[in-house]
């Protein structure tokens, strides 16, 4: 046993060269001392420093020693450093009286010297009592304790420790904790613990620790050496000297790993050195796999007793820990783990190849696919690999793992990814990341080789590939022929729940696009519960946010917000909150509360899933997500031009990838609504035109241009295009436009002054709207709609609550249009925007410029303004523009 005469410099002179760098790790130091410093009759009394080598115990211990002998006031200080030869009761009683006499305190050297004799029954109480005599702080440290391994010794410690006088503190620093029965004064709050976990350095001290070698690191390269290292001293210290010779630290550090010169020479002579060859050779094999089990452990090595080399291994300190959060379960140092793996490769090809099928089929058997594969490619065995990815690869796409399955297929060698059935799976994953023009090339290439060498494919294989076109054409059209050779297969009778989920999704989503609802809800149901047999959560997931899709589409908004609902807290619990899907089912419920006029709800729900939806890989759902956000904030914010520029940068329809029809029908009264409000009348026609383009004339298409008409004050126009809507000749996408519909007849008949029919055209629309709670459509009819309510009040029978809910949620104006501005007024006002000339606006709309002339000072007269500009800021403050 080394005693020494306490001295920084001495001390330090021991200490190997990795660690001679002064750190002084305050954090550290600080807790030491809030142990060591506690008052006389505290618990405190034992602190234990214990870490793998290479850790810097005993520096930090050097340092921290130093520190308080630099105080006023310092305690005594004893050093000890334990060595193998010193288990041996009368040599250590021995040690510990000589590093008590050479402390350089008179008091305690003289009271040692009245110590019995070493081999005296009764020394352990005689020193604890003259200590105690003695009265003055005294802090014993033990280096190496876990060289101590004597029964005797270990007795005598321990009971020293447990009767030791109030004065003495005792630091205990070794690779682990020697067996001694401190177990009840740790429960009593006596002992201080430090791991390795604590002597990690940080980036700040690994950077303090660099600049000591003259080395200086950019940010980037401080948390890559940070995160190799995972903060180990020696490892850091070994680092340091590398990038002191090196030129270029950046590449020095790119290559810094276990099989280094400078490492692997340190591994060998300080960890390694002290396994036996059989210990040895497990780690070896262990270091197949990233962190493994001790039962994957058993198969690797063969060695049936595994668990108990693994806690020998864990008890000494090795380089090896348990990985949090996953009991069970063990890893090795990332630097330890890269030598070992060199180490492997010299077992030979061939028994590295079994080593990495083995690790294969375990993973795969445990459910851990990626770890699979990963594990058949480094075995270099194209047909274990085959095996493995025809089981689990689209299991893995779609559950969302996709970037993992392009990463192995990246690597796969040409042989295996020429197989039909990766093809195929290249194609699946190729969608999944959004890069649809790869996964047609490859979908070709497919075809080709299966015609030029007349490849039988497999019906499993026919049914995927079928699936997979089909989710091509949705993307980038032919839509109905796609369907139509999916649909000659027999989908959902595979027998295989992950495939026939696949198939029925795209045939659901198809139809959905198709704005064949009815077909896209059943297949939507069959795709939704095969994937829940099949447990592909994210296939629920999606098959959930396009049944809400559905519900919305079919104004079903309780329906809507159920599937929505159930999708949302489905990914929560799946921890799917990164999936596209998810925040679709939020968008969804968002349109819910916007559709109830629920104005908190609905912008929470639209600032959480919007932002995340506009970068998606499938462009639709983001043109969706920008329009969907732009109409429901349009009411609140504070630039409404703004707003509509959005609405008019994204409400043309994309060629390659259109919306479902239901989210047009959805959205486009909304958006031309917009327009008009902010006056851009020529945009809101075009809205009309557009969707007459896209859905041909149907009942959306005339119910936008009789808006128009509307607001031309073109009453006629306006009832001759809504005839064909309100008498079914022209069917809507969506009961939303009927609803809209129903309201226009009411106020063109309330202008005509036709009551009888303005109150039953009311009734029609609050029949279709009452069951689901749909005000939107009443929101946006204005001060109008609510005078025409207010004058009908309580005629409405069983709609008469309704009716008055209608009405709470219709905003009232600083003063009504109807009161302010004549017709004709209003139809002069709408065209100021435009600032065509007074020339111009008579010609549009076929009256003498003298007309236009005195309307226009009707309108500054009664808005009280002076100037075309600020009459129409003033129309905009009051809700007339």
């Not at 003055?136 to 005598?156: F, G, K, Q, R, Y």
């Not at 031009?641 to 008019?648: F, N, W």
């Not at 809507?725 to 309330?750: K, N, Q, Y």
Request: proline share 5%; with cysteine; net charge negative.
């Amino acid at each position: 046993m080394s005693v020494v005469k306490w001295d920084t410099h001495q001390v330090r002179a021991q200490v190997p060269s990795y660690a001679h760098p002064v750190i002084r790790r305050q954090r550290l130091l600080d807790s030491l001392s809030d142990a060591m410093f506690s008052p006389p009759g505290s618990p405190t009394t034992i602190a234990m420093l214990i870490a793998p080598v290479g850790a810097g115990k005993t520096m930090l211990l050097a340092d921290w020693t130093a520190a308080v002998s630099a105080r006023p006031n310092p305690p005594t200080i004893a050093w000890l450093t334990v060595e193998e030869q010193d288990n041996d009761l009368d040599a250590v009683r021995a040690a510990v009286r000589i590093a008590l006499e050479n402390t350089g305190n008179p008091a305690v050297s003289d009271a040692v010297r009245q110590l019995p004799p070493t081999t005296d029954d009764n020394y352990t109480v005689a020193l604890a009592q003259v200590l105690d005599a003695v009265g003055d702080p005294i802090w014993l440290v033990l280096d190496d304790a876990h060289l101590l391994h004597d029964p005797a010794v270990l007795e005598s410690l321990g009971q020293f420790l447990r009767w030791a006088p109030p004065s003495l503190r005792t630091i205990l620093a070794g690779r682990f904790e020697p067996p001694l029965a401190v177990h009840r004064m740790r429960l009593e709050g006596r002992v201080c613990d430090l791991s390795h976990r604590e002597l990690a350095f940080t980036e700040d001290e690994a950077a303090t620790l660099f600049a000591e070698h003259g080395v200086r690191l950019s940010s980037c390269d401080l948390a890559k050496i940070s995160s190799r290292t995972e903060g180990w001293a020696a490892g850091l210290r070994l680092a340091a000297i590398s990038l002191a010779r090196h030129p270029d630290p950046s590449a020095m550090i790119a290559d810094f790993s276990g099989d280094s010169r400078v490492v692997a020479d340190y591994l060998v002579n300080e960890v390694l050195d002290g396994l036996t060859s059989d210990e040895r050779e497990f780690v070896v094999e262990t270091s197949i796999p990233d962190a493994f089990t001790a039962e994957l452990a058993e198969m690797l090595t063969g060695n049936q007793d595994a668990r108990t080399v693994l806690d020998a291994l864990e008890h000494g300190n090795f380089l090896i820990e348990r990985v949090a959060g996953s009991p069970g379960w063990y890893r090795y140092h990332p630097l330890l783990r890269e030598y070992l793996r060199a180490e492997v490769g010299r077992l030979g090809r061939r028994a590295v190849g079994d080593l990495e099928r083995v690790a294969a089929g375990w993973f795969a058997q445990s459910g851990d696919h990626v770890h699979a594969l990963e594990h058949a490619l480094h075995a270099g065995d194209d047909d274990t690999l085959l095996t493995l990815l025809r089981e689990c690869g689209l299991r893995l796409v779609l559950a969302g793992r996709w970037a993992a399955v392009i990463d192995v297929l990246d690597r796969a060698s040409p042989a295996a990814c020429a197989d039909p059935s990766v093809r195929l799976l290249r194609v699946a994953a190729e969608l999944a990341r959004g890069n649809t023009a790869a996964a047609s090339s490859t979908l070709s290439v497919l075809d080709r080789a299966a015609e030029e060498e007349q490849l039988e494919i497999a019906p499993d294989l026919e049914l995927l590939g079928d699936g997979l076109r089909l989710q091509v054409a949705v993307q980038t059209g032919g839509i109905e022929d796609a369907l139509e050779t999916l649909q000659s297969d027999p989908v959902g009778a595979a027998g295989d729940p992950e495939l026939d989920s696949f198939a029925l999704l795209q045939e659901g989503m198809a139809e959905l696009y198709l704005g064949r609802l009815g077909p896209a809800g059943r297949h939507l149901e069959s795709a939704l519960a095969n994937a829940r047999a099949a447990g592909l959560p994210a296939v629920v997931l999606q098959s959930l946010a396009a049944l809400s899709a559905v519900a919305a589409y079919r104004c079903r908004l309780d329906e809507m917000d159920a599937r929505a609902t159930e999708a949302a807290d489905y990914a929560r619990a799946h921890e799917l909150t990164d999936n596209v899907y998810f925040h679709v089912a939020l968008l969804f419920s968002a349109f819910g509360h916007y559709q109830r006029v629920e104005e908190e709800a609905m912008h929470r729900l639209v600032h959480e899933s919007v932002p995340r939806l506009v970068d998606s890989v499938d462009l639709a759902v983001g043109r969706a997500s920008v329009l969907f956000g732009a109409v429901f904030d349009f009411e609140s914010t504070d630039d409404r031009h703004a707003a509509a520029r959005v609405m008019r940068d994204h409400c043309a329809p994309m060629k390659d990838r259109p919306l479902p029809p239901g989210a047009t029908a959805l959205v486009v009264p909304s958006v031309q609504r917009a327009f008009l409000q902010v006056g851009e009348p020529v945009w809101a026609a075009r809205v009309a035109d557009l969707t007459a383009a896209e859905f041909g004339h149907g009942g959306e298409a005339a119910v936008l241009q009789a808006a128009m008409s509307l607001h031309h004050r073109r009453l006629d126009s306006a009832r001759r295009e809504l005839a064909p809507v309100l008498g079914g000749e022209l069917e809507c996408v969506s009961d939303m436009t009927l609803i809209r519909a129903w309201l226009m007849a009411a106020s063109i008949a309330d202008t005509k002054n036709e009551s009888i029919d303005a109150r039953a055209a009311l009734i029609e629309a609050m029949t279709i709207a009452e069951p689901e709670g749909i005000l939107r459509p009443f929101f946006d009819g204005g001060e109008p709609l609510r005078d025409l309510l207010d004058r009908h009040r309580g005629r409405f029978g069983v709609y008469d609550k309704f009716a008055e809910r209608a009405r709470s949620v219709i905003p009232q104006s600083a003063q009504g249009a109807t009161d302010l501005l004549t017709p004709r007024e209003m139809e002069l006002l709408v065209e100021l925007p435009s600032w065509h000339t007074a020339e111009q606006i008579a010609a549009d709309l076929f009256v003498s410029v003298n007309t236009v002339k005195t309307h226009l000072r009707g309108i500054y007269r009664k808005l009280d303004v002076r100037t075309r500009r600020d009459a129409i800021t003033e129309a905009r403050a009051r809700g007339l523009l």
